[in-house]
């Protein structure tokens, strides 16, 4: 059997290296097939058929944590997934422990290292994926310096959404655990809690 017809199993979706191997496929020949049109190379260890393309941005996401699986979902990319952005996102936020942070940068993916405290981010499964949660989002587009306008605007956004658990004393909490006391007080003020 052909190195190709081995990976037919992964057609309508990017695979690993790993996975490649599991099928009797080698790193060395990805390459080569990579390098023939035979694959196409997604990222480094990440591959896929030629007409593979994900329907959309969750599926887009597995396929960059099937390299990073230490990565979260946040930020903007957060907003995105649920469906709290105004615009589609360029790049993919993931969120990477400050000590794992991947060599090799991926296409269309931003790192935002957390040197201190992952261990204790808020997050939940959406579409499978880990996704910080919607308090622990807010905490950090503050910490990021977004527009206080826009993360309040957000937040009223959130309110009516039963799905997101949205909490002020959670919000509360999570700024003292990611030192972002002063911003939120502010951004408390400004909500009118």
Do not use: C, W
């Not at 979706?13 to 790193?27: C, D, L, N």
């Not at 007409?51 to 907003?79: C, H, N, R």
């Not at 308090?135 to 957000?154: C, E, M, Y």
């Not at 959404?161 to 655990?177: E, F, P, Q, T």
């Amino acid at each position: 059997m052909d190195q190709v017809s081995r990976l037919k199993t992964y057609k309508n979706r990017a695979f690993t290296v790993e996975e490649a191997a599991k099928k009797g496929v080698q790193a060395f020949a990805l390459v080569y097939l990579a390098r023939s049109g035979q694959l196409k190379r997604l990222a480094h260890g990440l591959y896929a058929f030629p007409d593979y393309a994900p329907t959309d941005l969750s599926e887009t996401i597995a396929d960059f944590l099937k390299v990073i699986p230490q990565a979260v979902v946040g930020l903007d990319s957060a907003l995105q997934i649920y469906n709290l952005a105004d615009q589609l996102v360029e790049e993919i936020t993931l969120i990477v422990p400050g000590h794992n942070v991947p060599k090799r940068r991926l296409e269309g993916v931003k790192y935002h290292q957390l040197t201190k405290n992952f261990d204790k981010l808020e997050l939940q499964k959406v579409s499978k994926l880990p996704v910080t949660s919607i308090n622990q989002t807010i905490v950090d587009l503050l910490k990021a310096g977004r527009p206080l306008s826009v993360v309040v605007d957000i937040f009223h956004q959130a309110q009516g959404r039963k799905d997101l658990n949205l909490s002020i004393s959670k919000i509360k909490n999570l700024a003292g655990v990611f030192r972002a006391k002063a911003r939120i007080k502010v951004f408390l003020e400004a909500i009118g809690s």
